[in-house]
């Protein structure tokens, strides 16, 4: 089975020589990624989709006080993996954060069409732009923290008056903001996406926080990520398979409900898919026969392996659906890995504010 030649394969992610790779099981098992022992902190998180993100707060230490999310087949997720999350299913801007005041944390990822080139980069006036009412959220619930992702779109030229005004907001409400580009890739996630993520912190708490740095291991390949489940079936090929997918993946799309579907994304990024032996036009209903020949579709489950779930976080909806919510998540080590500096920022002010009280 020959790779497509019609396509130029990306640079190596492999590690040099006497660089071992993160193992990938320690990627994809819960017992790996268990969460921080530290005192937890209480957090509200939006636009909650699949809970990517909330899985790594959890994994953190942070515990939802409440996650609100729009669509039903993405809070039918969280139900059926968190039975005891305080899951509210509604549209943000009729959501009142009074309640909440004073959680220690406030999440989320709002909607990414308004930044994207594939949603035109409307931004302001775009009708799925949710800052505003992040903003709102905010000053209603006045959280010591915020976290906010979106994609890379948003650090374009074109929006720099709008980021300004977004810090000047939060300013005004006393939180430092800082933003950051974030790869995936280098947070053990065998996909590349690169993410923008908004910390902002009170005043008090901003000198304590510093971003997380890289880890200094690779992510696995797509082919290591893969490979058993494309074996499930009793495929033959399956570890020629995996040796010809030796690269890592590029960005999954997700799209929305005006734009996108099945498929892993526009014809740019099935060309790179395809540099891996993985057929992107659409996606499968389960792993390749034994007889197979050609260029094999993901699964559902093989995505949400791809952007760092655990296998056995359930992913519910019909194909389109399901893979939806996948494509549109922060992969769940990524948020945990920034997660992880705001507590501890949130955890050295208190700690300070205790010697002083012992004195």
């Given at each position: ?98 309640q ?57 030229p ?17 939180y ?46 797509v ?13 033959r ?66 995505t ?29 080590p ?12 949130l ?13």
């Open positions: 089975m020959p790779k497509a030649s019609t396509a130029k394969k990306p640079a190596s992610k492999r590690p040099a020589k006497g660089q071992s790779r993160q193992n990938v099981h320690d990627l994809f098992s819960v017992s790996k990624l268990q969460p921080t022992s530290v005192p937890s902190f209480s957090c509200v998180e939006i636009c909650a989709g699949a809970g990517g993100q909330a899985l790594g707060l959890e994994l953190a230490g942070f515990d939802n006080s409440a996650l609100i999310e729009l669509e039903p087949a993405a809070c039918a997720t969280l139900r059926a993996n968190r039975p005891d999350w305080n899951v509210i299913e509604g549209d943000l801007r009729s959501f009142s954060g009074r909440y005041k004073g959680v220690d944390l406030l999440a989320g990822g709002v909607p990414c069409p308004p930044f994207s080139k594939a949603g035109k980069q409307l931004g302001h006036d775009d009708e799925r732009n949710l800052f505003p009412e992040a903003i709102r959220l905010v000053d209603e619930i006045r959280p010591r923290a915020v976290m906010l992702e979106n994609v890379r779109g948003l650090l374009d074109v929006f720099e008056s709008y980021r300004v005004k977004i810090e000047s907001d939060l300013r005004k409400l006393g430092k903001a800082d933003w950051r580009i974030v790869n995936a890739c280098e947070f053990g996630v065998p996909q590349l996406r690169p993410r923008i993520v908004l910390v902002a912190l009170r005043n008090k708490f901003a000198s304590s926080f510093s971003w997380p740095v890289p880890l200094k291991n690779k992510p696995p390949t082919g290591e990520c893969l490979a058993d489940l494309m074996a499930e079936r009793g495929w090929l399956a570890m020629r398979w995996k040796a010809w997918a030796s690269d890592i993946a590029p960005t999954l799309v997700g799209g929305s409900k005006k734009h996108g579907g099945p498929d892993l994304g526009p014809t740019r990024a099935k060309r790179a898919w395809a540099t891996l032996c993985v057929d992107g036009m659409g996606l499968a209903d389960h792993a390749p026969d034994p007889d197979f020949v050609g260029f094999p579709r993901l699964t559902t489950r093989m949400a392996r791809l952007q760092g779930f655990p296998d056995d976080w359930h992913i519910t909806g019909r194909k389109t659906a399901a893979y939806r919510q996948v494509g549109n998540a922060f992969p769940p990524v948020a945990r890995a920034v997660a992880l500096q705001i507590h501890l920022a955890s050295e002010r208190k700690q300070a504010r205790k010697r002083v009280a012992a004195a």
